[in-house]
């Protein structure tokens, strides 16, 4: 099992700013899905952004598709994820998840969780 680390969340106003940061050394090459999720109160957890660090594969979220930007960070061995244009309707957990073959939008299909991290926004 290996060890995800996120950090970087917190609290901002609508239409600020955050970018999250998941550490997943040795993670970043090769044919491995890394994505973020989020879960809200009383919400199922859901996939917001997910990448192939090996094939450049990329999935959004429609909800965020345009505000947020997945990418990886090889000097440093990170998962990013940068949320531009923030709403309200951010508000949630925040978790970087990995994967061992392709990507699935799915939170069921991941057993690998960082710890999460808390992300606000306010109007």
């Known amino acids: 099992q ?4 996120e950090s970087g969340g ?9 970018t999250l ?6 993670y970043m090459a090769g044919r491995y899905c890394m994505g973020w999720f989020r879960q809200a109160p009383g ?17 959004y979220a429609d909800s965020v598709q345009g505000r947020f930007t997945i990418s990886q960070d090889k000097i440093n061995d990170m998962l990013l994820l940068r949320m531009n244009n923030m709403q309200p ?3 949630a957990m925040y978790y970087c998840a990995q994967r061992s073959t392709v990507c ?11 710890q999460g991290t808390q992300v606000t926004v306010s109007s």
Do not use: H, M
Request: proline share 2%.
């Open 43 to 59: 919400k199922e957890r859901e996939a917001v952004a997910l990448i192939n660090p090996g094939t450049g594969y990329n999935y």
């Open 10 to 18: 917190g609290s901002v106003q609508a239409g600020g700013s955050l």
């Open 89 to 91: 309707e951010d508000t």
């Open 2 to 5: 290996v060890e995800l680390v």
């Open 21 to 26: 940061s998941c550490v997943a050394a040795a």
């Open 104 to 114: 699935r939008t799915s939170s069921a299909d991941y057993v690998n969780w960082g």
